[in-house]
């Protein structure tokens, strides 16, 4: 969530540093809302920093064209070759879009800088977008690792809670909560001690998920070392321990960066504004790069997913080299294997396999 310390003074302000660096420590300056903070440190960044900026405009530039690519595949592939649509491919879907929509939102984030600079309303959807994006992907994740884990230690108590409709209400209430909450803090003036808001926010959203994929975690290991598993029950385990860790990965490296800088600027103000700009932009740039993260968390929802991205190249393909499809034809009747199923696998055979939905 973002801190409540002063961002530093828009580009084009007085050079005076000490008089500066001392008033905005001091919030002698006209309060403004915290939105109004944040839409200009893009411009500060650009103002001071070119080089950086620029560099970081190149890493954003790949981070929405990689989101967008393999977020695009997500949903198609959830949407319209998924039938099931259980309770983690529900999530899953709500977590694809909250990723496409930070990726939308990166281009506006470039043209406010080159062609609308000062205009506050148009910095809006990516800094709105980037909020509300990095709230709901923290909620839907946990939602996932929390669906994987009642769904192999608890899967006949938690059956009531693991319905399509129970899911769609939760993701419901995330959509509506984050978006509240984000409204909310933008809207809040900067002023005040905002210690005990910041450690209360990031407490609520970041280290309590945290702890609790933590300790889910720790508890799918420790259940795997059980002994007497059989094959495939170790097996799905197993993907559910990766699926728990990758969640953690993308936590320690997308959010924690963000969320102890705003403990650290809460507790030490007087930290130089040029450093607290360039750990914020930086933290922001690794915050995004979750939307290229999460694609990886969707090869442990189904068993057929990668089977699915799979299949829809390879039917790219041979649409495009009709000899090909033929020719493995050929030696899978050779081999007598069944060569009828080879040359219609993507559409029909994937869609069979992923009707199943999830392994759990």
């Known amino acids: 969530m973002p801190s409540e310390a002063p961002a530093g003074p828009p580009a084009g302000a007085a050079p005076n540093a000490t008089a500066t660096a001392a008033a905005w420590a001091n919030l002698s300056v006209p309060e403004r809302p915290l939105f109004h903070l944040f839409a200009l440190l893009d411009e500060e960044l650009h103002a001071t920093f070119p080089a950086l900026w620029l560099a970081l405009m190149a890493v954003h530039g790949v981070i929405f064209l990689a989101g967008l690519v393999l ?13 099931a649509k259980t309770a983690s491919v529900t999530y899953t879907i709500n977590l694809a879009v909250t990723d496409l929509l930070v990726g939308l939102s990166l281009p506006v984030r470039f043209a406010v800088v080159h062609g609308t600079r000062g205009c506050l309303r148009c910095a809006f ?8 994006n990095m709230h709901c ?22 059956r009531r809670w693991r319905q399509p409709p129970c899911a769609r209400a939760v993701c419901a209430f995330v959509w509506l909560a984050s978006g509240a909450v984000t409204l909310s803090v933008l809207g809040v003036t900067a002023g005040g001690g905002p210690c005990c808001r910041v ?49 953690l990965v993308i936590f320690l490296v ?22 607290s700009l360039v750990v914020y932009h930086v933290a922001v740039t690794l915050s995004s790069l979750n939307s ?10 189904t068993s ?31 081999r007598g294997s069944g060569h009828h199923r080879v040359g219609s696998a993507s559409p029909h055979a994937i869609t069979q396999a992923l009707a199943n939905g999830p392994e759990a």
């Open 71 to 83: 977020n695009g595949l997500a949903l198609y592939v959830f949407c319209c070759r998924t039938r």
């Open 125 to 132: 959807p990516h800094v709105f977008g980037y909020f509300l």
């Open 137 to 158: 992907s923290i909620l839907f994740l946990t939602c996932i690792c929390v669906d994987r884990y009642l769904a192999i230690l608890q899967p006949e108590g938690s």
């Open 199 to 247: 450690f209360a926010l990031t407490v609520l959203e970041f280290l309590l998920p945290l702890l609790v994929i933590s300790v889910f975690t720790g508890r799918m290991v420790c259940a795997l070392s059980r002994p007497g598993l059989l094959l495939q029950g170790r097996q799905r385990r197993v993907r559910a321990v990766q699926l728990l860790l990758t969640v």
């Open 254 to 275: 997308c959010f924690t960066p963000f969320h102890a800088r705003q403990v650290a600027v809460a507790l030490w103000p007087d930290v130089p504004d040029h450093a």
């Open 292 to 301: 290229c993260m999460d694609p990886i968390v969707y090869c442990f929802i």
């Open 304 to 334: 057929g997913f990668q089977a699915a991205v799979r299949g829809l190249f390879r039917r790219h393909r041979t649409e495009y080299e009709p000899g090909v499809g033929d020719m493995v034809s050929m030696r899978k009747s050779a």
